[in-house]
């Protein structure tokens, strides 16, 4: 390689340059963005942790053959997490489904996969996962979302008036959410393409 830059004339040392500058950044961005996981994944596995000491005082232990060992649980999670923050839904879907299987309850794991379906065009398997969220989640806001996604989901079937009641539920359970509306108006009135409709990568 140092061979070829010396012999290569200006032009082509300063094309080397420029891929050089451009490769440099793109991993400085990685890196960024991998510190930021590392921070929320640190959350997510405390949440974990003390999940797993209370089932251990409060459930009958199951047979531990043919179980995943839960360091390789997380370890998908970790990774699945990651494809999802670089947007590369399929390879989210190949970690986080085997944890999902596993810890269905974990709502953050749930959201994750089913956004990585919708965006794969998987759409039965995103609208299985979302129904799912609003009937674990007490949570307003992430339910608001799910209702929202399952909409958009319906919307992309063409089965707009059950599109439209999602949306109303969702936006009935979160008056903030603007989104909801938007979606209801594009369906009712034919404003846009219903297949541009999709959830918000952040619920």
């Known amino acids: 390689m140092s061979v070829n830059y010396d012999q290569a004339s200006q032009a082509e040392k300063d094309w ?15 890196h960024t963005q991998w510190q930021d996981l590392n921070h929320k994944l640190l959350y997510m596995k405390q949440m974990l942790e003390s999940n797993s000491a209370q089932n251990e005082t409060s459930e ?11 360091s390789d649980l997380l370890y998908q999670l970790d990774r699945g997490q990651g494809y999802f923050k670089l947007k590369m839904f399929h390879e989210a879907i190949q970690q986080l489904e085997p944890y999902v299987k596993e810890h269905g309850h974990f709502i953050p794991a749930k959201l994750m996969l089913a956004i990585s379906y919708f965006q794969s065009k998987k759409l039965d398997e995103a609208y299985e996962q979302f129904k799912q969220i609003t009937k674990l989640s007490d949570d307003k806001q992430i339910t608001s979302f799910s209702y929202n996604a399952m909409g958009c989901v319906e919307a992309h079937k063409q089965n707009l008036d059950q599109a439209c009641d999602f949306f109303k539920t969702a936006h009935h359970l979160n008056p903030d959410m603007e989104e909801p509306l938007i979606n209801i108006g594009v369906c009712m009135n034919n404003e846009g393409d219903t297949t541009d409709i999709q959830p918000k990568m952040n619920p």
């Not at 053959?65 to 839960?70: K, V």
């Open 16 to 30: 080397i340059k420029r891929q050089y500058d451009c490769i440099a950044s793109l991993g400085d961005s990685i």
């Open 60 to 70: 009958v232990l199951q047979p531990e053959q043919n179980q995943t060992p839960p």
